[in-house]
């Protein structure tokens, strides 16, 4: 198991800019992939960008262009970075890891933060 913390979520204006951290705690952090999710008020939570062990990288289509994730295996962390943000944008980010291959898909992960909010003002 892995322990999870975000950090980096508050209130911003469209077209703002936002980085979010998941610091992780416990057994090998390089030996995960991480994810960052995002679930908004009477949405189901969805998929946003993953990033395997050796750097591969998922998007979703909405995110693209927009959000960069990326990895420290150092500091045990995982980031994204955030930038033209829309109000579409604003939910509550969850970072969460696997060890599964298919890191792209939401049910193949089983080490969830408690999340982060993010607003994005119109």
């Known amino acids: 198991q892995v322990q999870l913390v975000e950090s980096g979520g508050g209130l911003v204006q469209t077209g703002g800019s936002l980085r979010l951290s998941c610091a992780a705690s416990?057994?090998?952090?390089?030996?995960?992939?991480m994810g960052w999710f995002r679930q908004a008020p009477g949405k189901e939570r969805e998929f946003v960008a993953a990033?395997?062990?050796?750097?591969?990288?998922y998007y979703a289509d909405s995110v693209k262009g927009r959000f960069t994730i990326s990895r420290d295996n150092a500091k045990k962390t995982v980031y994204l970075q955030m930038n033209s943000l829309k109000p579409e944008d604003a939910a509550v980010y969850y970072c969460?890891?696997?060890?599964?291959?298919?890191?792209?898909?939401?049910?193949?992960?089983?080490?969830w933060g408690q999340g982060t909010q993010v607003t994005v003002s119109s």
């Open positions: 969460a890891a696997t060890i599964s291959a298919r890191f792209y898909i939401r049910g193949e992960y089983d080490n």
């Open positions: 416990g057994r090998t952090f390089s030996n995960y992939a």
């Open positions: 990033i395997n062990w050796i750097g591969n990288i």
